[in-house]
């Protein structure tokens, strides 16, 4: 039988299980204890009332929730884009290549640098609290190089996404029509075998409605499940198709129309924010406030790339979602973490109840709202991934 650990001392324990505590969604319990068995919860209470167990960790007074979910990053790359971001932040004109700048130095990385830039990452998203993550191909763009990051990622997470429709391959560009037919069809048979997910770029100077409509729709003939890049810089078909292929996700939405935002909340589409981008970019910010009140699922990711959004923290972007995207402290939490987990499909993460995998971060502050209220401060000290400290 595996040991059992209980966390005790806890000010507030963050649930997302409405049935205990104060039963709001965040299922609030002051004064709390947790208990650990293997790779799971098997108990949360008042400290008062903790059953006996093999060890025991004192939380301090501090704060616990469920480990962030990020469920939208590119991680399989090599280069920066420093030079870039500088010019665009100090208003000059930048001409390089945009996401080819990055295609072109993945394309030239072996696979060790590739898989040492992923783990470096994950490593510095992990101390920042994130125990699941998604990420995806798209730096590729031929069907050696989408199936080879699309290996590698797979090393590291369950949740891999095929995003060879990232844009047109420079080859391609004065025939995208037969681009699509690479993505849908060899690059698809190379890429399945290692991918969870299939994704596209629904945008403007990227795939149409009807391009991102035949690149799902073979993916999902394929065993992949859609998720869309949907209306990050204007209004475009993105969102609706997603609620018509039930992606799991559309994720941007920054760009919605009263239509838009009333097919997410009739879908079981979850809509992504990524507060990241706007940020990098010094873009519109989605109005989380207005899905919210219409009923939608939201949830918030990092979109960590790059190019548009260089960032791993998730208590960033909750920042950013409660100063500038209209959420409350409690709901942007909730986003960030079963929020995500909606986005994924998934009901083992993203919630600390019995049965939920033992995931979960320790932040030195009284209550959840701290990671707001003291933006940029590195506020998570303790990381538990399936049970065991990691941090
Ligand atoms: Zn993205």
Known sequence: MSSSTVITGITTLVTNDPSVGDRSPLGLIRDAALVIEGDRVVWTGEAGTAPATDNRVDAGGRTVIPGFVDSHSHLVFAGDRTEEFNARMSGRSYTAGGIRTTVAATRAAGDAELEANL????????????????????????????????????????????????????????????????????????????????????????????????????????????????????????????????????????????????????????????????????????????????????????????GSSYTSSMPFCIALAVRDMGMTPDEALWSATAGGAAALRRTDVGRLAPGARADLALLDAPSHVHLAYRPGVPLVTGVWRRGTREV
């Not at 699941?132 to 990622?153: C, H, N, P, Q, W």
């Not at 009807?210 to 729709?217: G, K, S, V």
């Open 119 to 306: 783990v470096r990452h994950l490593a510095e998203a992990l101390r920042q609290g994130t125990t699941t993550f998604e990420t995806k191909s798209g730096y590729g763009l031929t069907v050696e190089d989408e199936a080879r990051a699309l290996r590698i990622a797979a090393r590291h997470t369950d949740e891999v996404t095929f995003l060879g429709a990232h844009i047109v391959s420079p080859e391609y560009a004065d025939d995208p029509a037969a681009y699509v037919d690479l993505v849908t069809g060899p690059m698809l048979d190379a890429c399945a075998p290692h991918a969870r997910w299939i994704d596209v770029f629904c945008e403007k100077g990227a795939f149409d409605g009807d391009q991102a409509r035949a690149i799902l729709t073979a993916g999902r003939a394929r065993g992949l499940h859609p998720r869309i890049h949907a209306n990050q810089l204007g209004h475009g078909p993105g969102v609706q198709l997603a609620v018509e292929l039930d992606a799991a996700s559309a994720d941007h939405c920054t760009h919605l129309t009263d239509a838009d935002v009333d097919a997410l909340a009739s879908g079981r589409t979850v809509a992504t924010l990524l507060p990241g981008a706007e940020f990098s970019t010094r873009a519109e910010w989605p109005d989380a406030r207005r899905l919210l009140d219409a009923g939608a699922t939201v949830a918030l990711s990092t979109d960590c790339n790059p």
